[in-house]
């Protein structure tokens, strides 16, 4: 990055992160955050001051934003202010990894919160920069961002989880989805190659480029229906009916959350529970079926009963085999 950039985005976020934090901060302090020495740090703050009018004073050698004569450009309410510190929150735990595109996204939402949302946002964001950076991933999920959004065909070396090698895609995407369960984002695109949608995990992305070749993404195609028999993000199984019967020590846990939007509950006189749900057959929801253990029983349909009892029995083999 050009010196001149990287100058403007540290004083940018340096502004940012002095309004999030009424207490301030010691020039010692933001030298360590942003890896610079002191003296840059010291110039910075003078250029805030005299070229850019940003109100900052120096008090007891903490230097602070005088909030009285900074107007932001929008005002929040409280829930609204709310639902920003739990998105960042969300955050944390969606992705392991550090974003300084998501550290930006917070520090400038954060600016304009009340004072201490604003200081909760931005402890938020200074733990996220203890994460780990993998560099490729930010790259590819850039250029697939930009592709999607100029409709802009990508080449894509992909490799999938049961294959020794990547393979070479030409995909147009139609949608980017994050799931917290992987901890990753995947993408919905149509695969000139396998002539169909497909969802490819954004990790596995081993290499990408974006063409010049454009491409129209159908009006029919809505990703909120796309995903909405999924449990997780697969959106390829057969969509079924499914009866399950939860013993009386999860039951509480199973009423009071909202798991899929077509859910019917019903509690049963000795405690237990019943719940219906009209999702799709995938690995992922037999994966959270067996995660309760002897929590929970399949009683329909009978496919899926048969492969929860299969899988436990080959469990049970495994653990016996090394006693």
């Not at 009340?114 to 964001?125: D, H, N």
């Not at 009386?248 to 909202?258: F, S």
């Not at 019943?274 to 253990?293: P, Q, R």
């Amino acid at each position: 990055m050009d010196e001149r950039l990287k100058k403007t985005e540290r004083l940018i976020k340096m502004w940012v992160i002095i309004h999030n934090n009424p207490n301030g901060y010691t020039i010692g302090e933001l030298a360590e955050k942003f890896e610079v020495n002191k003296r840059t740090v010291y110039r910075d703050l003078m250029t805030l001051q005299s070229d850019l009018d940003v109100p900052l004073y120096d008090e007891n050698r903490r230097w602070k934003l005088d909030e009285k004569r900074v107007l932001p450009p929008i005002r929040f309410t409280v829930p609204e202010a709310l639902n920003v510190f739990l998105a960042a929150r969300l955050m944390v735990g969606y992705d392991k990894r550090y974003d300084p595109n998501m550290d930006a996204t917070f520090s400038k939402l954060g600016s304009i919160l009340p004072a201490p949302l604003a200081e909760q946002v931005q402890k938020t964001v200074d733990w996220m920069r203890n994460m780990p950076k993998n560099e490729r991933y930010l790259s590819v999920l850039a250029k697939l961002a930009e592709a999607w959004i100029n409709r802009r065909r990508v080449k894509i070396a992909y490799r999938s989880l049961d294959s020794e090698a990547a393979k070479e895609h030409l995909i147009e995407p139609y949608f980017i989805q994050p799931a917290a369960a992987g901890h990753s984002s995947y993408t919905v695109a149509y695969s000139q190659r396998n002539r169909t949608l497909l969802t490819f995990k954004i990790d596995r992305i081993e290499n990408i480029q974006v063409t010049g070749e454009t491409y129209t993404i159908p009006p029919d195609f809505d990703a909120n229906r796309y995903f909405s028999s999924a449990w997780g993000i697969v959106a390829d199984g057969e969509i079924k009916t499914i009866k399950l019967k939860f013993a009386p020590g999860v039951a509480r846990i199973i009423e009071e959350t909202p798991w899929h939007l077509s859910e019917v509950k019903k509690k049963q006189k000795d405690g237990s529970l019943l719940i219906t749900l009209i999702v799709m057959d995938t690995v992922e929801f037999k994966s959270w079926v067996l995660g309760w253990g002897e929590q929970v029983e399949v009683l329909e349909p009978p496919e899926i009963r048969e492969a929860v009892i299969e899988t436990a029995e080959t469990v049970s083999e495994m653990y016996r085999k090394k006693k």
